[in-house]
């Protein structure tokens, strides 16, 4: 089992730039694959990103194609998200996954999640 912790959300103004972190403990973190998810209020669930176990592969939800960017590093056990060109719409409470035997995606949730980090994104 593995236990992930998020940080870096906090408030931004619009076209600013914020870089999430998810941190794991447990189990080797190179088992998993990794992702996040974003969920707003009033919404469903959304897929914003994920990468594979060593990093060769990444997928990213529609809305934030372009903007957002997935790395990991298996040395520091951590999964982090970069984004730039934030709007409005981006506010959400975001989520780190993980999944031992798929790469996290839009229909695929992760099997372990973390407490999720608040990121809002003022006009």
């Known amino acids: 089992q593995v236990q992930l912790v998020e940080s870096g959300g906090g408030l931004v103004q619009a076209g600013g730039s914020l870089r999430l972190s998810c941190t794991a403990s447990g189990r080797t973190f190179s088992d998993y694959a990794m992702g996040w998810f974003r969920h707003a209020p009033g919404k469903e669930r959304e897929f914003v990103a994920g990468i594979s176990w060593v990093g060769h592969s990444f997928a990213y939800g529609d809305s934030v194609k372009g903007r957002f960017s997935i790395s990991r590093d298996n040395a520091k056990k951590s999964v982090y998200l970069q984004m730039n060109s934030l709007k409005p719409e981006d506010t959400a409470v975001y989520y780190c996954?993980?999944?031992?035997?798929?790469?996290?995606?839009?229909?695929?949730?992760?099997?372990?999640w973390g407490q999720g980090t608040q990121v809002t994104v003022s006009s």
């Open positions: 996954t993980a999944a031992r035997d798929h790469v996290p995606g839009r229909n695929y949730p992760g099997q372990y």
